[in-house]
């Protein structure tokens, strides 16, 4: 271990052609192993093989065209099937291609024969890694953002005894809202008195990006050492947590704290008044529980809320999904403009920080732990959550927090290299 080379602190990783088993016992390239235990959805990532998303599209897309009218991305390229068709890593322009989509799934979800390009599209992105046997140099900023959450210096485990549920707040909370994450923790503790904590980063990028052996390999890890230590339940604030947890987290289950929190029955303030709309995440929007959670929260509050066209099942994405802004600004826009339009100056109220960062640049929009904690501060726009480089300070800062503060029978920072 000690001839390894420490990329995880000072740069992202652009160059491994085979990107290594950095762990034994756990999935992730060969570490997978026999035998395993894991579900057969998770096992299916492993089985997954390529050439059945590409023919499968080509032998049941009916190109009906829905799905490119609600995609600029779809509109530009083609449709489904004509992407799987004539997709060949080797070729540049093909290559590319898949990464100036968002990954989002609105074409799943307005597809009449339930196919999912999105689901095709990621599989090209891991086959155009694994051809050109590196990252895409546009992707450097979050791989080194990646980097830093999964840093020993970043992380850090407390686990008080008779510990089964962790809080795992994600990387974007704890940069930009610190303060709400110790409320929500909190909150979370008088329901739950063993709570532990996890500041940590769960690798969606390196997952979204087509770096599947090193995203199954990082978080591997982290799963079987939260199953070691008896964790069996993750509550996320963060929906795309929430969906890397869910799809891959095996016997971990994974609620948000949004479902949680509404049935404490904590905090309700019901102060504020005024009209809003609601963004629903592109990552949950299969999620009809959280969605409804989300909106009881919103209505405790005192607040009537109008939906926009485009919401639940059929939300649209804010502009960041599938890291789409590093690789083709123009998409990111798109979807980043139809939604201030569908907002039509109402105040947006979502539940997932990046959204919140996309949007809030171009239209009022809120987190809804602000709206729960702070309302009438959060619909006067007075709200200010912290941007970077801040957002790494405040996330050293809430680490010291809770070593300090948060006594545990188990603690442990990652150092994985």
């Known amino acids: 271990m000690e001839d390894r080379p420490r990329v995880l602190e000072e740069q992202p990783s652009h160059t491994f052609c085979r990107l290594p088993v950095i762990f034994e016992g756990v999935e992730g390239g060969q570490a997978a192993g026999k035998g395993s235990k894991e579900s057969g959805r998770e096992r299916g990532m492993a089985e997954d093989k390529p050439v059945d998303r590409l023919s499968g599209m080509v032998a049941s ?10 995609c600029e991305f779809l509109s530009h390229y083609g449709t489904p099937k004509q992407l799987a068709r004539t997709f060949d890593p080797g070729i540049q322009a093909l290559r590319d291609a898949p990464f100036a989509c968002s990954l989002c799934g609105l074409c799943e979800s307005v597809c009449p024969v339930g196919l999912s390009p999105a689901r095709m599209l990621l599989e090209m992105r891991r086959r155009s890694v694994r051809h050109t046997c590196a990252a895409y140099s546009q992707h450097g900023r979050i791989f080194q953002y990646e980097a830093r959450g999964i840093s020993r210096r970043y992380t850090h485990y407390a686990l008080p005894r008779g510990c089964d549920t962790v ?23 008088g329901h739950s008195p063993s709570l532990g904590i996890v500041l940590d980063c769960c690798t969606k990028p390196s997952h979204d990006l087509g770096r599947q052996e090193y995203f199954e390999a990082v978080f591997g890890e982290m799963k079987a050492y939260l199953l070691e230590h008896g ?8 929906p795309s947590c929430y969906s890397v947890f869910k799809e891959y987290g095996g016997d971990l289950a994974v609620r948000t704290v949004y ?3 509404l049935e404490a029955g904590l905090p309700r303030g019901g102060t504020a008044s005024g009209t809003v709309t609601v963004h629903d995440p592109c990552a949950v929007r299969d999620e009809q529980a959280i969605h409804e959670a989300v909106r009881a929260l919103i209505r405790a509050q005192g607040l009537p809320i109008q939906e926009m066209e485009h919401h639940g099942r059929t939300t649209l994405c804010c502009g960041e999904g599938g890291a789409v802004g590093f690789f083709s600004p123009k998409f990111s826009r798109n979807w980043r403009d139809r939604r201030k339009m569908e907002a039509a100056d109402r105040r947006i109220i979502t539940y997932c920080s990046g959204c919140v960062n996309l949007l809030g640049a171009v239209t009022p929009t809120s987190h809804v732990l602000d ?17 970077a480089p801040f957002t790494y300070w405040n996330r050293l800062r809430l680490k010291r927090r809770f070593k300090k503060t948060l006594k545990a029978a188990v603690t442990r920072e990652r150092n994985l290299y």
Do not use: H
Not at 167 to 189: I, K, N, Y
Not at 231 to 238: M, S
């Open 259 to 261: 479902e949680l929190l």
């Open 371 to 387: 709206l729960i904690f702070e309302p009438r501060a959060t619909l006067a726009g007075k709200i200010r959550a912290s941007k």
């Open 231 to 238: 964790v069996r339940t993750v509550l996320v604030a963060c």
């Open 167 to 189: 809080f795992f707040p994600g990387c974007t909370l704890s940069g930009a809202r610190p303060e709400t994450v110790l409320q929500v923790f909190q909150c979370l503790r």
């Open 61 to 70: 897309c009916v190109e009906c065209w829905m799905c490119q009218q609600e």
